[in-house]
């Protein structure tokens, strides 16, 4: 059975966020737990981060990626049968499987650039749903990557730290011209 989820119909007319691009120093801060004082944040924050995935579009994003060091991720991989999107507060990767997986990622903090990064096949996460329920939830495939990803960026990892070193370079390089052109263009 898929786990609890927010509904598309609260996602509409949330006001959209920025996202952060590399190399925003937000990006590698390791985020704080989300704490009893911190519900009507998260109640808000939730709807509007699905929102802005959507836009972007995404099938993921965390806290820290709009500017909110909370340790907070959306997450609808639509295409899959994922159940709809998931919001997961405080999620921690529990058990993950000694097999390994390669697929190829990207991040919305780095748009329109992809790597292949290889990470465990599966994972078993656990996660506060936004009224405090306990959920639990085993993934493998695009699930577990997606996860993976995006706990990462709770602790100020991103997907090109995965890369061997002239890798991560080349790609970052171009990322940071890619960006530069963009901004003249738009003078």
């Known amino acids: 059975m898929p786990p609890p989820t927010?509904?598309?119909?609260?996602?509409?007319?949330?006001?959209?966020?920025?996202?952060?691009?590399?190399?925003?120093?937000?990006?590698?801060?390791?985020?704080?737990?989300?704490?009893?004082?911190?519900?009507?944040?998260?109640?808000?924050?939730?709807?509007?981060?699905?929102?802005?995935?959507?836009?972007?579009?995404?099938?993921?994003?965390?806290?820290?990626?709009?500017?909110?060091?909370?340790?907070?991720?959306?997450?609808?991989?639509?295409?899959e049968d994922s159940g709809g999107p998931i919001v997961m507060v405080n999620p921690e990767i529990v058990a993950e499987s000694a097999e390994q997986a390669t697929r190829e990622e990207g991040c919305l903090s780095i748009p329109g650039h992809y790597a292949d990064v290889t990470r465990p096949a599966r994972v078993k996460v656990r996660w506060q749903d936004p009224d405090g329920t306990r959920r639990e939830m085993e993934a493998e495939g695009l699930m577990a990557a997606c996860v993976q990803h995006e706990v990462d960026h709770l602790d100020g990892v991103l997907f090109t730290d995965h890369l061997s070193p002239l890798k991560r370079n080349m790609l970052l390089r171009k990322f940071t011209k890619d960006q530069k052109s963009k901004q003249r263009e738009a003078m």
């Open 6 to 79: 927010m509904s598309d119909a609260s996602t509409e007319g949330a006001e959209l966020l920025p996202i952060l691009l590399h190399p925003s120093p937000v990006l590698r801060a390791k985020a704080r737990a989300v704490g009893a004082g911190d519900g009507d944040r998260v109640r808000d924050l939730a709807p509007r981060m699905l929102a802005t995935m959507y836009k972007a579009p995404g099938i993921g994003l965390a806290a820290p990626q709009v500017g909110e060091s909370l340790r907070l991720l959306v997450l609808d991989l639509q295409k």
